[in-house]
Every structure is written in structure tokens, then in C-alpha cells.
């Protein structure tokens, strides 16, 4: 089993419950349970530890060119401490991984990559894609063992880090400041996260981690800032449409059909996967990644069926009882032939049983109402 | 953990069973509920369903997962708890205090044969 730094500290606390997540254990949630801690981030602020993330750095004077071939995103566009989304492609235009890739300066990036998908991403991006051969031009550091990540989300967050003399004005939306001193503690700090709310990532050498989390622990109190567990992390970024590696992408999952063309830049230059997904494009996607909310009252899991009268044309890729909307609703990867509109009804086997469900808009939730 | 009420019964999958006249109440125990973590939806049994002894029949949603529930003994389901329906939740704020469904024409003789609260106190330490 793999630990994360503050993984002892967390198991003395009181009430925490731990759960197994690939490798890891990490908390579930803490004392106050997941639907308070969803309704902090929502509300105030929350603090979670996403340390189990993988973090590598590439360096190089080609790195940049090697990075665009590997991410469907354009990477040759961004600036020096701009963050982007992309997928990681196979030659099929399935998905090796989603990750958040930073660019420090113009041969250094660093990339968050997917807990269970570490060694298989570096795999790829060091010996197994096709254009493996010019790996030998960059390096690639693995910092996932000896650094630490904390999210923090919600309204409250930027008050939060001022109160650290940390001026979050000049810290923009999907940017990232290298250098920044936090209680003394010196951070990589980037605006984003994986809850729907305004929010930061930091990133700390092991030996300053609990030190942080403690501090933003001790700040966050005059905030209402809990500490948050897994468990809301997953409602919260389902509530958002926020896709999870492994669920609404995998390796028998295109981007287009998780919808997420937006990060597909087939119009620039040539990606791992390009050929393919330009292909699926042409021919008509078949799949299709849809929400829906539960009409008959019961909660719908991962890998339940839907079905359109007696056809099946898919299933459910996350669900849950949303704790924002008190709603039961998920995301489902469905046929795209079954051609359906908003508010048509579909059935979702749920323990031997067909229940109701309507297609609705996604996002679920969505900051400042909608 | 709470206290075990020691007036009620006992089965190894975590329901205890209480008898009032004619009747046997059915919920889960203090270490089922904390183990489900917190509850957002209970599927009932339907009302006039004849159930089996370890039939698996209602579930119970927490946020996180599904947790499926055995009937304990056999029995005619007689009515479900509709409280839990609006307020599922109760089940974590007090679990002896909110059955989930209630049985008659139950065996009798399955009731006596779940655990009483000391035998289930000492089955739990062996978990």
C-alpha cells in the first residue's frame, strides 16, 4: 500500500474513516461526513489532501514539441505559468490518461497526472508512444513521492490564502505563480481545481506538508473551512461534470465521446491519436456521454444499465444523490442513434429493477446559479 | 459505538429484529450504519411481499455505496418505514429507533434462533 505523508496523521484524527483507492488509503471523510464537507466547498471553503495525484516534471529543449505530440491540447500556445486540460491519447484515440499540464518556462512543464495511472503514464511518455525514440532528448522526473498536493476549494479559498500574505489577485484563472511564500513554507501555487468552485492547488516538498496543511487548516477556521475527504471530492466534481479517469474516460473511451472535443485541437499540428479521432469525427460518433436525473426515487452506480424500451444503449458511468440539488442523477455513455432530447425518458436497471430516468443539462450545478 | 439494546434480536449480516404482539420490526444495528456511512436513500421490500430468511431485499444507499440487506427471518412484509423515505437519514442519527419494515406471520422459531445481544456483542468482537 502506498501513503501519502500526512496518512498517520490523518488516521489519529477523530471520526475519520479511510478507504482504499488503488494503491492508496486516504480519508473518505473526516468528522463532519461527506455532505457537510460537500456543502463547505460549496459554501465556505474546504481543504483536501490530493497528494496520491502523480506529479512529473519534463524538461528539455524539445520538450514542448514532444508534450504536443503526446496531449490533444495545444501546448505550443501556452505561456510561461499557464495551466491547460488535455487528454492523453492512444494512436486509437482512446484515452491513456486526462491531466493538467503546467508550463514553468519554455523547456520546463509539470504534469498532474492520475493516481492509478502513474507508472502506466510514465511508461507511455518515456518508452511506449510511437514517438518514443525522442525521448532521449527530454527528462522526465517523478516527483509524485517527495512532493505533496493540497486543493483548496470553495468561495472562501482566496480570503483564505490572503490572510497568508499571499496576494491571490495576481493569481488568474488556470494560472500557476512558481514561487510563492505560504506561512513560511515555500509553494507552487495554481488557480483550478475539481469541485466547480474558485479555488487553488498547492504543491509542497514533502518535509514542508504537514506544516501547510496545518496552517491552511488554522486560516480556513475563521472561513468555515472543513477538511474534505474523497467522498465529497467525488460528488463535487459530478456536480460539475468533471470527468473521472477510469469512469466517464478509459481506454475504450474517445474524448468525443465523453464530450470533450473542446480540448481535442485537431486544427494545429499532429497529436498521438489525431488520425483517429479525426476518423470518428468523419464517421459520426457513436457514443455519446449524457446526464440524466432519476425520475422513479433510487440511486444509480457506475456500470448500471439504460436502456431505451427494450434496447440497451448503455450505461451509467458515475451517479449519486447530489447533496447541492437533493436530486438522484449521473452521467451515462449511451448510443448516440437512440438520439435523445432533453427531458426524454430512458429506464436504468437498478438492483433487478427498471427505474425512471429523464436526459437533462449538465453541468448539475453550476457557481453563481444557472 | 452506542449501546446494544439488549431487549432485541440479532442477525450476523446487522439487523436486529424486535417483536411487538403479532408483529417483528426490522433495522439495522449501530455497526451496520457506521459502516454504510451516510444514508441518502432506503429501497424498501414491497408491502405484502412474502419474504425469506436471508432473502436479499431492500437496500440502503449511503453516499458512497450500495449495501444490500437480509431479511432475517421469514415473514409477510406488513408495512415499510415511510419516514425513512423523506429522511433517510435517521437511520445514522438512530438506528434502533427507526425500523426499516415491519413483518407478521414471521416464524417464530427463526426469531428464537437469532443472536440475543450478548452473543451479537461478542460476534462483533470477533469481526
Not at chain 1, 483564505?160 to 514561487?179: A, E, K, M, P
Not at chain 1, 458511468?317 to 447541492?324: D, F, Q, V, Y
Request: with cysteine; hydrophobic share 35%.
Amino acid at each position: 500500500m502506498k501513503k501519502c505523508v500526512l496518512h498517520d496523521m490523518f488516521e489519529q484524527m477523530d471520526n475519520v474513516r479511510m478507504t482504499k483507492f488503488g494503491e492508496f488509503e486516504l480519508p473518505l471523510h473526516f468528522s463532519a461526513g461527506i455532505l457537510q464537507e460537500h456543502r463547505a466547498v460549496r459554501e465556505h471553503a474546504g481543504l483536501f489532501d490530493v497528494s496520491h495525484m502523480g506529479r512529473i516534471r519534463i524538461s528539455g529543449e524539445s520538450a514542448c514539441e514532444y508534450l504536443d505530440y503526446l496531449l490533444t491540447n495545444d501546448v505550443r500556445k501556452m505561456i510561461d505559468g499557464q495551466l491547460i486540460y488535455s487528454l492523453m491519447c492512444y494512436p486509437d484515440g482512446t484515452v491513456v490518461d486526462d491531466v493538467i499540464l503546467y508550463r514553468l518556462d519554455g523547456k520546463t512543464f509539470f504534469m498532474v497526472l492520475n493516481s492509478s495511472n502513474i507508472e502506466k503514464d510514465i511508461s507511455w511518455i518515456t518508452l511506449d508512444n510511437p514517438h518514443h525514440e525522442e525521448a532521449g532528448l527530454i527528462t522526465v522526473e517523478n516527483l509524485s513521492e517527495s512532493t505533496s498536493q493540497f486543493a483548496l476549494q470553495g468561495p472562501q479559498s482566496a480570503s483564505i490564502l490572503d490572510t497568508l500574505g499571499v496576494d491571490t489577485s495576481s493569481i488568474h484563472r488556470f494560472s500557476s505563480l512558481g514561487s510563492v511564500s505560504v506561512s513560511g513554507v515555500n509553494v507552487m501555487i495554481s488557480r483550478n481545481g475539481y469541485t466547480g468552485e474558485d479555488g487553488f492547488e498547492l504543491y509542497v516538498d514533502n518535509k514542508d506538508a504537514h506544516h501547510l496543511y496545518l496552517s491552511l487548516l488554522e486560516a480556513g477556521r475563521a472561513f468555515s473551512l472543513l477538511p474534505c475527504g474523497l467522498g465529497a471530492r467525488d460528488t463535487l466534481r459530478l456536480e460539475a461534470r468533471l470527468p473521472l479517469y477510469g469512469h466517464e474516460l478509459s481506454d475504450e473511451i474517445t474524448p468525443y465521446e465523453a464530450n470533450l472535443g473542446i480540448f481535442v485541437k485537431t486544427e494545429t499540428t499532429d497529436f498521438c491519436g489525431r488520425t483517429a479521432l479525426l476518423s470518428q469525427k468523419e464517421k459520426g460518433i457513436e457514443r455519446s456521454l449524457r446526464g440524466f436525473e432519476m425520475i422513479d426515487q433510487s440511486v444509480p452506480r457506475a456500470g448500471y444499465k439504460v436502456f431505451l424500451q427494450e434496447e440497451l444503449i448503455g450505461k451509467v458511468t458515475s451517479g449519486m444523490k447530489s447533496p447541492t440539488l437533493g436530486i438522484f442523477c449521473g452521467l451515462m455513455l449511451i448510443t448516440r442513434s437512440s438520439n435523445l432530447k432533453f427531458n426524454d425518458s430512458v429506464e436504468i436497471e437498478i438492483h433487478g429493477k427498471r427505474k425512471r430516468a429523464k436526459v437533462v443539462k449538465t453541468p448539475f450545478y453550476r457557481r453563481g446559479g444557472s | 459505538m452506542s449501546g446494544i439494546p439488549g431487549q432485541l434480536k440479532y442477525s450476523k449480516e446487522h439487523e436486529w429484529v424486535r417483536l411487538d404482539g403479532n408483529l417483528a420490526y426490522v433495522g439495522i444495528t449501530d455497526y451496520a450504519q457506521e459502516s454504510l456511512g451516510e444514508v441518502v436513500f432506503v429501497e424498501f421490500p414491497e408491502v405484502g411481499e412474502q419474504l425469506e430468511a436471508d432473502q436479499e431485499i431492500a437496500n440502503i444507499e449511503s453516499v458512497k455505496a450500495a449495501s444490500a440487506i437480509y431479511n432475517p427471518i421469514r415473514g409477510t412484509v406488513d408495512s415499510v418505514n415511510e419516514e425513512l423515505t423523506d429522511a433517510p437519514e435517521l437511520i445514522n442519527e438512530d438506528c434502533y429507533a427507526h425500523h426499516l419494515y415491519i413483518l407478521k406471520d414471521f416464524d417464530m422459531s427463526q426469531f428464537e434462533q437469532l443472536l440475543d445481544a450478548s452473543s451479537y456483542i461478542e460476534y462483533l468482537e470477533t469481526l
